[in-house]
């Protein structure tokens, strides 16, 4: 398993499945808690990507200081499963 792949040994981290949830619904997460869903996705992971996306946004447009880009650059990493998961994190911040 590479540092990468942690996923089995932490499910919280976020995946792609969990950002297709969010996209599902807009970012709407008063929508997605009315719906019947599974424990596939919590709050806490919907706040965290919310923050993510945030944070990206203000990183992306040049509006971040350059701690604040590290320190999103580290919770990204620390937060994801994989680069894919980042870079879809990354173009939901730009959209």
């Known amino acids: 398993m590479t540092a990468d792949s942690g996923s089995?040994?932490?499910?919280?981290?976020l995946t792609l499945a969990r950002l297709r949830v969010y996209r599902e619904y807009g970012?709407?997460?008063?929508?997605?808690?009315?719906?019947?869903?599974?424990?596939?996705?919590?709050?806490d992971d919907w706040?965290?990507?919310?923050r993510l996306r945030q944070d990206l946004f203000l990183v992306a447009s040049g509006q971040a200081s350059p701690a604040l880009?590290?320190?999103?650059?580290?919770?990204?990493?620390?937060?994801?499963?994989s680069?894919?998961?980042?870079?879809?994190?990354?173009?939901?911040?730009r959209a």
């Open 8 to 13: 089995a040994a932490d499910p919280r981290r």
């Open 83 to 93: 680069e894919e998961t980042r870079e879809a994190l990354r173009e939901l911040a």
């Open 27 to 43: 970012g709407d997460i008063d929508a997605w808690a009315r719906r019947a869903h599974d424990d596939s996705m919590t709050d």
């Open 47 to 50: 706040h965290l990507i919310e």
């Open 69 to 81: 880009c590290i320190a999103t650059e580290n919770r990204l990493r620390a937060a994801t499963d």
